[in-house]
């Protein structure tokens, strides 16, 4: 797959998940190919344990047993496949996952009394702009002297604004109302009623 489509990879195997849960700090790894079934620790704790860790690894389960397939879209795994692979299937979730890992190299870079602040697309919740100030709410929240439109100019598809003065990053919606759309911490951000069906639109794109 890799040398049809160009691209240049390492593949690290390991003989468990306790190996690579203990290898998983020493190197960066853009995708995980995770078993369910394993000795100790399962692929889907080894999920949950890294999800806590790292938001932007892609995961792809590859099993043969559907009985996991809901937890896990609970660690936001790209794509679950059963044993014997297609491998027509297989090489289009490789190629969402390089897709995806692309946006997720791409980041937001804010200047704070004379120091560059970087901050991941992927980190980012929600913007609010107060006045002539901008918060950017993600792992820490960093508020600049700009406008709402500035900072939106800057962003991708995955970020819509909800109102005047909230722009939001679908990847972290959970839930909308008509008011209002709830993010997966719970944050409730205000939703102006022109707003609705664009945002409904703009997640069922995604």
């Keep these: 797959w890799a040398q049809q489509h160009g691209h240049q990879v390492a593949i690290d195997r390991f ?29 889907v704790s080894l999920a949950k344990k890294i999800r806590r860790e790292n938001e932007a690894v892609q995961i792809i389960f590859i099993t043969g047993y559907a009985d996991y397939i809901a937890e896990g879209y609970e660690v936001a795994a790209l794509h679950y496949l059963l044993k014997p692979l297609d491998e027509v299937k297989f090489y289009d979730v490789l190629a969402r996952a390089v897709t995806k890992i692309q946006r997720n190299e791409r980041v937001l870079m804010l200047e704070m009394g004379g120091v560059l602040q970087i901050v991941p697309f992927y980190d980012i919740q929600y913007v609010e702009v107060d006045h002539n100030y901008v918060t950017v709410h993600g792992k820490q929240a960093y508020t600049v002297k700009k406008t709402l439109a500035e900072i939106e100019r800057e962003l991708d598809e995955r970020f819509v604004r909800t109102s005047r003065s909230f722009v939001v990053n679908l990847s972290f919606v959970r839930r909308i109302s008509r008011k209002e759309v709830f993010l997966t911490d719970g944050t409730a951000l205000p939703l102006s009623r022109g707003n609705y069906e664009k945002i409904n639109r703009k997640i069922i794109e995604m």
């Design 15 to 43: 003989a468990s998940a306790g190996a690579l849960w203990f290898q998983f700090h020493e190197k960066k790894y853009d995708l995980l190919l995770l078993d369910i079934e394993m000795t100790g620790l399962n692929g």
